[in-house]
């Protein structure tokens, strides 16, 4: 396969969503799926699952997964053609004058189908940069150990974040503007989850697709769920 730099985006892009080797060994890397037409990179770490495509010419079928340390090194290539080659459980990457070789692991991510919540009926739309703003100050002011929860209340016309308030914790309230035509709603999110995945997404709008406060939210790029996707569960308010 002769690519340019666009599967090491879909790397970078989906990184933060690894699990940790020493919790979660099975799922410590990044799955890549590779189909005619579409390479899909995916990670989770068990609260929530980042997916990235990239439209490509290839022939044949492919899934594996590439570890954490292989992950590191791959998506940090400078902006130039490469190719990716596979073939028992070794998975080859030329680029330039240098070449990496690394082993591949054969077990799979659970299937991602019936973990994404495509049916969730209520929609808000959402200026990234403001959403960003208002996490980087929701998320500051969290304490590094503990709960990293945050209350996301959403209405007609805001979405307003709060955190904190408990023992020592000072109470933070963050709000942007949302579009958003439904009945109020609130509902938990990991604070770091939704501002890393937003991060990662390109764009100037993020869609959020919402079901009752115990179903995981369903993010991407505003109408652009076929490039990018975000699933994260939600906590305990």
């Not at 799955?31 to 579409?38: A, E, H, T, Y």
């Not at 022939?59 to 053609?81: C, R, Y």
């Not at 004058?97 to 808000?124: C, E, H, K, W, Y």
């Not at 035509?181 to 890393?196: K, L, T």
Request: charged share 20%; net charge neutral.
């Amino acid at each position: 396969l002769e690519f340019r730099r666009g599967p090491l985006r879909s790397l970078e892009r989906v990184s933060g969503a690894m699990a940790g080797a020493e919790t979660r060994f099975a799922i410590a890397g990044i799955q890549l799926k590779v189909d005619p037409g579409c390479l899909t990179a995916a990670a989770t770490d068990g609260h929530r699952l980042q997916e990235s495509r990239l439209a490509i010419t290839s022939p044949t079928h492919e899934k594996f997964v590439i570890g954490a340390v292989a992950v590191g090194a791959v998506k940090h290539l400078p902006e130039s053609p490469l190719s990716l080659s596979f073939a028992k459980g070794l998975l080859a990457i030329e680029w330039a004058d240098v070449f990496l070789l690394t082993l591949v692991r054969n077990q799979q991510f659970p299937s991602s189908t019936p973990l994404i919540p495509t049916g969730n009926p209520f929609m808000a739309i959402i200026s990234r940069q403001s959403l960003l703003d208002a996490l980087g100050r929701i998320v500051k002011l969290l304490p590094r150990r503990g709960s990293r929860s945050a209350k996301f209340s959403f209405g007609n016309a805001a979405l307003v974040m709060t955190a904190g308030g408990v023992g020592d914790t000072p109470a933070v309230e963050s709000g942007v503007p949302v579009q958003f035509e439904s009945a109020p709603m609130e509902i938990g999110f990991n604070a770091d989850y939704i501002r890393e995945a937003v991060a990662a997404f390109p764009g100037d709008e993020v869609e959020m697709r919402l079901g009752n406060p115990g179903n995981a939210v369903w993010m991407f790029p505003a109408g652009r769920a076929d490039s990018m996707s975000c699933t994260v569960m939600p906590t305990k308010l």
